[in-house]
């Protein structure tokens, strides 16, 4: 089986990646994931993506895509899925030349559901913990601290990412939604888009996401 996960910041595509990974035995590729590799190892695409990590900046096509090749080249990955890429119609058809030179066809594209209120519902509502080595994280409607702003494991006041902040949401939500409506034609005229509602609980989207796949836990296939 490979997937693609599509859906708008917060709407849970790492989350349902893992469990899918974890589950069905499918290798969880994300592309946060690959290009901190790609940098740590100090690689060509890994210093070409640098200064866009370290400030913050949206990474080029050019070189995610670079380093998503990279990534295939290396091991060529059976059964995988994809979360957060690709993001772009340019995107997706440089993806779909590295899996064509690597004989893979993809099973499908999951697109997780989700209006645009509740993902500023779920984001804004984040704050984590700044101090090294901690890092936990807080939802004040669904996981709030015990006491408000400060961290319960080590006391440190939280703080609020500025990508979780209301303004840069919405930013985020624009331009995705100017890319999905290039890039869902694209993968709809092969018949591989399933839709999901990506709203409710965890487990529950998960069960939904086997449903449109038609898939059976068990052992991986």
């Not at 900046?57 to 060529?76: K, S």
């Not at 804004?124 to 939802?139: E, I, M, Q």
């Not at 902040?165 to 100017?178: F, G, I, M, N, S």
Request: aromatic share 6%; proline share 6%; hydrophobic share 35%.
């Amino acid at each position: 089986m490979r997937l693609i996960l599509l859906g708008p910041p917060g709407s849970g595509k790492g989350t349902q990646a893992k469990r899918l990974s974890e589950r069905l035995g499918l290798e969880h590729i994300g592309t946060g994931d690959i290009l901190r590799d790609a940098i740590s190892r100090g690689t060509p695409v890994g210093l070409k993506a640098h200064p866009y990590v370290r400030d913050g900046l949206l990474v080029p096509d050019d070189v995610v895509n670079e380093v998503v090749a990279e990534r295939f080249r290396a091991d060529r990955p059976e059964r995988f899925v994809m979360d957060g890429y690709p993001r772009t119609l340019a995107q997706a058809v440089s993806f779909d030349q590295v899996l064509r030179q690597e004989f893979l066809d993809l099973s499908a594209v999951v697109l997780l559901l989700v209006d645009d209120e509740e993902i500023v519902r779920r984001v804004v509502n984040r704050w984590s913990c700044p101090k090294l080595g901690c890092k936990a994280t807080y939802h004040t409607l669904e996981k709030p601290p015990k006491a408000a702003g400060v961290c319960d494991l080590c006391g440190t006041k939280l703080i609020q990412r500025e990508d979780d902040k209301p303004e840069t949401v919405r930013a985020r939500l624009q331009v995705y939604h100017r890319n999905i409506v290039q890039l869902l034609p694209y993968y709809r005229a092969r018949g591989l888009v399933r839709e999901v509602c990506g709203e409710g609980d965890i487990e529950t989207i998960y069960r939904k996401i086997l449903q449109v796949l038609n898939v059976q836990e068990g052992p991986p296939c």
